[in-house]
């Protein structure tokens, strides 16, 4: 009959074994082989040693859970072959036999047990009971181990998520964080120039004019500036700007009022020296 290709290379191996100069050359061929394929880049397995000393614990903690669980399947696989039976010639050493009974009195002969169609099971010896405890023992550890297994994993999915969750709503924090930091910039840039328009504005000669005197000027915040006093009313002012501004420049009256600066002040009558009637008005 054909040996398989399991069998040949069982064959295979046992005969290399067996010849120590064979198995030298073999480990030696093996070793050479795996150095090559380290030089060309086909082998990428990290060293531990190469690791950050977290993933070290973390990788040799793993080996030693391992190694803890082949053991121990093992020691309860030798437990359980190593089971001997009692010795047959016990029964001879535990004395003389014991006597049966007085035999004068009347034979009494025992009652026949009725015939049945199941086959009578044979008593079930010491080591067949010892045996089925540690399988029944053995499954049960499995059982358990199982299902501490399938918790942990519950348990290690859910703090993956969690620990996901928590990065997104910090990055997702962070994101508004600097979108209201952007606004608020943005808000303060577009009132900066909507406020520089209507100074602008404000300072032209159709819309007011500049106080001749020396003395005319005011003073706020230790900033000094010549007056200049409004040709038309704030209203007025505002409906032609609203008219001549651009979209994104118009402001609302009250705002109007507000980006007004202060050297800009309506008319009074202290502010002319010369007759304001309609002959001198542009005198």
Same mark, same amino acid.
Not at 243 to 270: D, G, I, W
């Given at each position: 009959?054909?040996?398989?290709?399991?069998?040949?290379?069982? *064959?295979?191996?046992?005969?290399?074994?067996?010849?120590?100069?064979?198995?030298?050359?073999?480990?030696?061929?093996?070793?050479?082989?795996?150095?090559?394929?380290?030089?060309?880049?086909?082998?990428?397995?990290?060293?531990?040693?190469?690791?950050? +000393?977290?993933?070290?614990?973390?990788?040799?903690?793993?080996?030693?859970?391992?190694?803890?669980?082949?053991?121990?399947?093992?020691?309860? %696989?030798?437990?359980? %072959?190593?089971?001997?039976?009692?010795?047959?010639?016990?029964?001879?050493?535990?004395?003389?036999?014991?006597?049966?009974?007085?035999?004068?009195?009347?034979?009494?002969?025992?009652?026949?047990?009725?015939?049945?169609?199941?086959?009578?099971?044979?008593?079930?010896?010491?080591?067949?009971?010892?045996?089925?405890?540690?399988? +029944?023992?053995? %499954?049960?550890?499995?059982?358990?181990? *199982?299902?501490?297994?399938?918790?942990?994993?519950?348990?290690?999915?859910?703090?993956?998520?969690?620990?996901?969750? %928590?990065?997104?709503?910090?990055?997702?924090?962070?994101?508004?964080?600097?979108?209201?930091?952007?606004?608020?910039?943005?808000?303060? +840039?577009?009132?900066?120039?909507?406020?520089?328009?209507?100074?602008?504005?404000?300072?032209?000669?159709?819309?007011?004019?500049?106080?001749?005197?020396?003395?005319?000027?005011?003073?706020?915040?230790?900033?000094?500036?010549?007056? *200049?006093?409004?040709?038309?009313?704030?209203?007025?002012?505002?409906?032609?700007?609203?008219?001549?501004?651009?979209?994104?420049?118009?402001?609302?009256?009250?705002?109007?009022?507000?980006?007004?600066?202060?050297?800009?002040?309506?008319?009074?009558?202290?502010?002319?020296?010369?007759?304001?009637?309609?002959?001198?008005?542009?005198?």
């Amino acid at each position: 009959m054909a040996l398989s290709s399991k069998e040949k290379v069982a *064959r295979h191996r046992a005969r290399l074994n067996a010849d120590p100069a064979a198995r030298a050359t073999y480990l030696a061929k093996r070793k050479e082989s795996y150095q090559r394929r380290k030089r060309e880049g086909k082998i990428t397995n990290t060293p531990v040693a190469a690791l950050p +000393k977290q993933k070290q614990r973390k990788l040799r903690e793993k080996w030693r859970q391992s190694q803890r669980q082949y053991r121990n399947a093992h020691r309860v %696989l030798a437990d359980v %072959l190593n089971l001997t039976p009692p010795s047959l010639n016990s029964s001879a050493d535990d004395g003389p036999p014991q006597p049966i009974g007085n035999l004068d009195h009347d034979y009494v002969q025992p009652e026949r047990p009725q015939a049945s169609s199941t086959p009578l099971r044979p008593a079930q010896t010491s080591v067949s009971k010892q045996h089925s405890a540690a399988m +029944k023992e053995k %499954l049960r550890l499995s059982s358990e181990l *199982r299902r501490v297994k399938k918790e942990l994993t519950v348990a290690k999915t859910k703090a993956e998520k969690l620990q996901r969750k %928590l990065v997104r709503q910090k990055k997702e924090r962070k994101e508004q964080q600097v979108s209201e930091k952007n606004k608020q910039r943005d808000k303060k +840039k577009i009132s900066e120039k909507r406020k520089e328009h209507v100074v602008r504005y404000l300072c032209r000669d159709e819309s007011s004019r500049m106080l001749p005197g020396k003395k005319d000027t005011v003073t706020k915040n230790k900033t000094k500036k010549k007056r *200049r006093v409004l040709l038309h009313s704030l209203k007025d002012l505002h409906s032609s700007y609203s008219e001549t501004a651009l979209r994104h420049h118009k402001v609302s009256y009250r705002q109007f009022l507000r980006y007004c600066p202060f050297y800009v002040t309506p008319p009074k009558e202290s502010d002319r020296n010369t007759c304001a009637c309609y002959d001198h008005q542009h005198f």
